[in-house]
């Protein structure tokens, strides 16, 4: 499950750091009209999704490191754009940005922390090897 997170959120961030920079989707510094964006900013998109899809495309423990780290970092960022205005190292940010990244960091740490795989993946990612068969073979003699 944290694998399959960690595509979604290396898509969602892909497409989100190359869409603001397409005109028309982003004018005047505004994605979507409502997040304040720049070249930094859609960089570091970009990068978060693309270090997403390396973890998911890795063992489990990377997706789920990936969110730990991931979800600090946004965490912080967050935290830092509500005591700073406008500007957050060095990316333009407004109010809607802010909040956004307190869910993203919510969303990520909740995966990353606490978020459990189900039973059956964690049979089959941890499955031990049979046995080797105590049979005799077929060309042995009793």
Known sequence: MVQKLAWVFGIVFLLVGVLGFVPGVTSNGMLL????????HNMVHILSGIVALAAAMGAGMYARLYFKVFGVVYGLVAVLGLVMSGNVLGMHMNMLDHVLHI????AAIY?????KDSPMQMSMSSAPEPAPSSMPSSGSTM
Do not use: R, S, T
Request: no cysteine.
């Open 103 to 106: 869910v993203i960091a919510a």
């Open 33 to 40: 009209g409502l997040f304040e964006v720049d070249v930094m």
């Open 111 to 115: 995966i990353g922390f606490v978020l």
